[in-house]
């Protein structure tokens, strides 16, 4: 993505320090989704990135990646699968628990939302820890995809989440944060 893009949605990103508990910069990204321009920009750029490479299902984590994952599965001509809270798929699931920046989750996906055939996308807004997707990458794993992706919104550099992921696991981000 072109520096004045990168830029350009970096500026409609919101920071809310302490929140939602003490010490964490958060960033809100509603104020670059609301923002028409912004939205297409990075739409665009994950189409980009990803249009080549034969993307079968896009899985999106609960709730801010259902956003993008939705968008870009349509545009791309994939499946979009939800990645939810413990409680809210209806049919056979398995489950993970796992640690992020600010307390411990657990994530659920339908056992059969994959199959062997699929070439996965895995969306979520942003990389912290890493420890949220980590854990949607060892759910998404048990189903033995083909080949999987991985493509973060924003990325907190810091934080250096992208070490937790295996080396063949491509991992992209649109645009980063640093010092926060
Ligand atoms: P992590 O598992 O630590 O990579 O955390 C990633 C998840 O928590 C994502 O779903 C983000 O939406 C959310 N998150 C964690 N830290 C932040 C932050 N500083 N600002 C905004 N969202 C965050």
Redesign the pocket.
């Known amino acids: 993505m072109e520096k004045e893009k990168i830029d350009y949605v970096k500026s409609k990103v919101r920071n809310i320090p302490d929140f939602p508990v003490k010490g ?4 809100d990204l509603t104020t670059a989704f609301k923002d028409p321009e912004s939205l297409n920009i990075m739409r665009d750029a994950i189409i980009e990135l990803y249009k080549d490479k034969g993307i079968t299902k896009v899985v999106g ?1 609960e709730a ?2 259902f956003i993008f994952g939705a968008i870009v599965a349509s545009a791309l001509g994939a499946g979009f699968v939800p990645l939810r809270k413990p409680g809210k798929l209806p049919a056979k699931t398995i489950k993970k628990t796992y640690t ?3 307390g411990e989750d657990t994530i659920e996906i339908h056992e059969d939302a994959i199959g062997p055939d699929d070439v996965v996308l895995m969306h ?10 980590a854990a949607a990458l060892d759910l998404v794993g048990m189903m033995k995809p083909k080949k999987t992706y991985i493509n973060f919104l924003c990325e ?1 550099v810091d ?1 250096k ?1 992208r070490d937790i992921f295996p080396a063949d696991v491509e991992v992209t981000s649109l645009f980063d944060f640093e010092g926060e």
């Open positions: 964490i910069q958060f960033k984590i801010r990646g992020k920046e600010y979520d807004d942003l990389l912290a820890t890493g420890g949220t997707m907190l934080l989440g």
